[in-house]
């Protein structure tokens, strides 16, 4: 979906409000405060438990590793979880596909010992963590190529460095410990293993039970919505698309009305929830699972107190 709608284009339009002039300026662009209210536009839409269609992404399928519970990673961008399920490798045949069981994607857990087939999901930092530490002659096997579980030492580590590597090419170690990276994303050879390191405030899995090596293998896969994008200047992009343009447009006007002590803000604000709504509606018109889902919108006709319509 396209996104070409500009901070400075929606402050153009903010100026043809009077009361809003002396805060916006009468010609050229200040920062402040439209930057400010902007970033706060931004956090309301992005945030739970607006699931946009246009802000979802699926993660790296992740595989279950013997008494791992945290899965270090490369993504950096993940805002907040929506879902997220496991594949039961054990189950497929030449014939049928194998079961997939849902998985509750929570805000936290805590480490654990706990054994049990994994129930839940969370994201940390990856400096949160636990790691192992390199070993000559270790073997990774490929979890991807296996029907049970695998039984590799923990796929991230500290390096000599203090840096943290994971495992993205298997194989074994090598005799001596390498020269390791210090680039974000950048590789390693360790004899036939390939070690990436990934940035510490980046994302790790965490689940809330360790699995054993001979138990039916499990592969993850979590849905996610993205970071909501930094703001450089009144030149970049107000970040959602041109279909609901709108509905940020309406933010920004009710959070200017607020910095200007305007009390209109309160009514302009709830028509920007409406519009959130009505946006959230219009970009997914099929029935929602285990909700009711009305024929017609249940609000009004979506018009500003100003006058305005959808703009």
Known sequence: MAQTVKISDVVKWARTVPNLVPLLGVSGFELEPAMTIAAQVQAEIYAAPWNWKWNRSVAPTFYVNANQQDYCTTLTSVGWLESASRTDLQTAGPNTPAEIWPVEAVQGLYPTTLRGMPLKVCWIPNSQAQAGKWSAGASYTNPSTLKTVSNNPLTQILDSNGN????????????????????????????????????????????DRLMGEQENGQALSVTYQQKAPAYVNLSSLIGVPDEVAYVWRQGFFALMLRHAADGRYVSEYEIFEAYIQKAMGAADREP???????????????WSSWGWGVW
């Open 288 to 302: 929602q699972s285990m909700q009711l889902v009305p024929d017609c919108a249940l609000g009004g006709s979506g």
């Open 164 to 207: 943290i590597q994971i495992i993205t090419g298997y194989g074994t170690t090598g005799t001596t410990e390498p020269v390791w990276s210090t680039t974000i994303g950048a590789t390693t050879i360790d004899g036939t293993v390939t070690w990436t390191m990934v940035d510490p405030t980046g994302i790790a899995w965490r689940l």
